[in-house]
Structure formats: structure tokens, C-alpha cells
């Protein structure tokens, strides 16, 4: 995926009211700009971080800049733009870049299914199952070159797992998806330090048949594409949290 317009590259100031971020450009403006990632951003949000906006398509939107990227540690830029996510693992399946899901002829995004939600992507073709794919989009990492997922309490995440494994019980096919927007990352875990029941929930889903993949990116202000796969660890347990 490359960027359809230039990136303005700034430096950051503070990001605030989970969809709003304060910057300065090298010429010294002042901007705000739309952040487009619900989550802490833990690890990305640093005053003075150096970061990448791209403009807005619609000249009457109220903040004329988006948030896309940021340079998380020297030399590793990190795509926080969650509202990318789902696009870059289409990309990457069309592309033939993940072969654990080649053959399928169709794929449509955001098809109703479950306890009212939606896939964000439903693959089929003819001879295979339909297949429920779940994109969910990691930034948060450690040392050790493990990312994490969640990076917040997501109660709509585990949720989703309860769902695909509804789908699987059914005859179907689910995938989730981790899309790592990173390059120094080798292996995905669940965050059971920020979120055991998510924890609890994957290794349930693993149980009932949902299969996890994960993703890594190839990272620059010109444009970010998904190049390898990587290891998902699950371990067998969790730690209690105290308010278990």
C-alpha cells in the first residue's frame, strides 16, 4: 500500500482525548491532527517523537491531517493508522503473500455475522469453506522483538473470538490476523499483563478450531506492505490478575 499523497513529517506534542493529536512541523506550525487509533498506543505517543501525517482527501473535514505514522525507537517507524489494517491484509492475500490463505476467489469486507457484528473480511470460493477473517492490528512490543496484543482491555476483542469459534462449530472457516505494524517484531503473544481474559479467550479459540496467523510490515513514509509471517506464542496459561 502506498500512500496516495505525500507525508508531512512533524514532531509530537502530545496525544489527547484518544482521537486527537497535537504536533509541530519543521517550519513551526502548530497542528492538530486526527488520531486514528482507539487504543493506550502504548509505546507510541511519546512528546517528541518524530511523526508522519497524510492529508485529507475531504477539504471540509474539520482536522485536515491524519496521524499515520510514528518513529518509535531509532529507526523504527510504527503504522498506527488501525483503520489500515484490514486493507493491507487484503493486499497481502490478493498479492499471494500469505499462502495459508490462497485459492479463495472472493473477499468481502464487513459481512453482518454473529452477535451482531461484523467480519472484516469473508473469504469463499468455490470448493472451500467460507472462511472468517479477523484483522486485529498490533504496535505495542518489548524487548525481545515480541509484539503484544491487546494494548487496553478489549472486551469486544474477546467477543470476536467467541463469535469465530460459533462459525467454526458451524462448518466454517475462521482466521484471525495479526497485522504487525512494525519491524522489530519476530513473534505475536496475547497481553495477559494488560488483559488475561483476552489471554483466556484466544486459547479457547485455538481450542475450538480458530486458526491465528500473524503478519509483519515493511515500514517507510512512502508506504507500509505486509512481507512475512511470523511466530503466534500462546502460552498454556495465564497469570491470575488481582481482580480474578
Not at 518524530?50 to 510504527?78: D, F, M
Not at 484466544?202 to 506492505?225: F, H, K, S, T
Request: neutral net charge.
Amino acid at each position: 500500500m502506498h500512500f496516495s499523497a505525500p507525508l508531512l513529517e512533524a514532531r509530537l506534542l502530545r496525544r489527547y482525548q484518544r482521537f486527537l493529536a497535537d504536533v509541530e512541523t519543521a517550519d513551526g506550525r502548530l497542528l492538530t491532527a486526527h488520531c486514528p487509533n482507539t487504543g493506550s498506543m502504548q509505546g507510541c505517543k511519546e512528546p517528541g517523537s518524530r511523526v508522519w501525517l497524510s492529508p485529507a482527501t475531504n477539504p471540509a473535514r474539520k482536522l485536515a491531517w491524519t496521524w499515520e505514522l510514528v518513529e518509535a525507537a531509532p529507526g523504527v517507524i510504527v503504522g498506527v493508522h488501525t483503520g489500515r489494517s484490514n486493507a493491507l491484509v487484503r493486499e497481502a492475500i490478493e498479492c499471494g503473500r500469505v499462502p495459508e490463505l490462497a485459492g479463495y476467489t472472493m473477499i468481502r469486507p464487513e459481512v453482518k455475522y454473529g452477535e451482531g457484528s461484523r467480519i472484516d473480511l469473508l473469504l469463499s470460493g468455490a470448493g472451500r469453506r467460507d472462511c472468517y477473517l479477523e484483522v486485529k492490528n498490533v504496535t505495542a512490543a518489548v524487548e525481545g522483538r515480541i509484539g503484544y496484543f491487546p494494548d487496553a482491555v478489549t472486551t469486544r476483542g474477546a467477543r470476536h473470538l467467541r463469535e469465530m469459534s460459533a462459525m467454526v462449530a458451524a462448518g466454517h472457516r475462521a482466521v484471525l490476523v495479526f497485522c504487525v505494524q512494525r519491524g522489530d517484531v519476530d513473534a505475536v503473544r496475547p497481553a495477559h499483563h494488560i488483559d488475561p481474559d483476552y489471554g483466556r479467550a484466544l486459547r479457547a479459540a485455538l481450542a475450538a478450531g480458530v486458526e491465528v496467523l500473524a503478519l509483519g510490515a515493511r515500514i517507510d513514509p512512502q508506504g507500509i506492505e505486509l512481507v512475512r509471517g511470523m511466530a503466534v506464542e500462546v502460552p498454556a496459561s495465564c497469570p491470575v490478575s488481582a481482580g480474578d
